[in-house]
């Protein structure tokens, strides 16, 4: 008695609204068409019927549909930007983490324990700094490449992770990883060099 079919119609809208930004694009849309088919069968006279005696309310189903379909649209698009950017800031704070424990670090050995820590908090999974010359990752260790300035560098291996396989935004943040595991690899190699030329030149 305290509702007419227009506040009937927002609050299946607003049930549209939520479940769109909470479970996606495919769900809400479901739920449009749910919402008219249980809208006309329960408060368009004839009630727990699918033909209204008033015609006009087929128009007011398709227009129920229309702004369902829009709405599911741009909230499904607003929670795929808000995850992309919980990943990117998720990126960016491993990113800094792993430049923290780096920085800090003078030989291979700190690097190593550096990164195997950043990598086991970030993705959960063990980490080893391999040689250039380590044999073949057995197994399903993902191995990645620690490419410097100039010769290879050895590589990076994370062992498997059975039941969390690796995304394409993992890989990516992965290969950053790497590629900052090499930066400081080759930082320690100079630092060292230019030890031990200050150590022979004044030998």
């Known amino acids: 008695p305290y509702l007419d079919l227009a506040d009937q119609i927002m609050v299946y809208l607003a049930g549209v609204v939520y479940v769109a930004l909470h479970y996606g694009l495919a769900p809400s849309l479901g739920c449009v068409i749910a919402s008219v088919f249980l809208f006309d069968l329960i408060f368009v006279p004839p009630r727990w019927g699918l033909n209204p005696l008033n015609k006009q309310h087929l128009l007011t189903f398709a227009v129920m549909l229309a702004v369902g379909l829009l709405i599911s649209r741009l909230a499904a698009h607003a929670r795929q930007q808000t995850v992309l950017a919980q990943a ?17 670090a003078c030989t291979a050995g700190e ?12 993705f959960g999974a063990r980490c080893t700094v391999l040689p250039p010359d380590a044999p073949d990752a057995a197994g399903d260790a993902l191995r990645l490449p620690l490419k410097g300035t100039g010769s290879p560098l050895g590589s990076l291996e994370i062992a498997a992770m059975p039941a969390h396989p690796h995304s394409p935004e993992e890989h990516d943040l992965l290969s950053a990883f790497a590629h900052q595991t090499a930066l400081a690899l080759e930082r320690c190699a100079f630092e060292q060099k230019s030890a031990d030329a200050l150590v022979e030149a004044e030998t």
Do not use: I, P
Not at 111 to 122: E, I, K, M, S
């Open 111 to 122: 690097l190593a324990d550096g990164v195997a820590a950043a990598v086991q908090l970030t």
């Open 88 to 104: 990117r800031a998720r990126r960016a704070q491993a990113l800094n983490e792993l430049s923290a424990r780096l920085a800090v």
